[in-house]
C-alpha cells in the first residue's frame, strides 16, 4: 500500500516541533514564508522519509497528515 504525506503550509505555524523529532532529519523549516507570514516545515529529504508519523503526533496544528492511498482506486 502506497502513502501519501502531506504538510499543509497555510496551516503550518513553523513552530519546529515536527523537525525536532524526526527520527530521520527529514524536515527542515522553509526559507520563505506562508500566507500568515510563518515559516513553514518542508520535506527536505523526501527519499529518507519512512512514513513513521511522528511527525503528525507532534504537530499541534495537524498541518502534517500521512493518509494510505487506495491503489485500486487510483489506476479508474
Do not use: H, W
Amino acid at each position: 500500500m502506497n502513502y501519501q504525506y502531506q504538510i499543509d503550509a497555510d496551516r503550518c505555524k513553523g513552530c519546529g516541533l515536527c523537525v525536532a523529532v524526526c527520527p530521520k532529519k527529514v524536515l527542515e523549516l522553509s526559507q520563505t514564508n506562508n500566507s500568515k507570514g510563518y515559516f513553514p516545515a518542508y520535506r527536505a529529504r523526501e527519499e529518507d522519509c519512512v512514513l513513521c508519523g511522528t511527525c503528525c503526533i507532534m504537530c499541534p496544528d495537524v498541518a502534517i497528515t500521512i493518509t494510505p492511498i487506495d491503489n485500486a482506486s487510483a489506476e479508474k
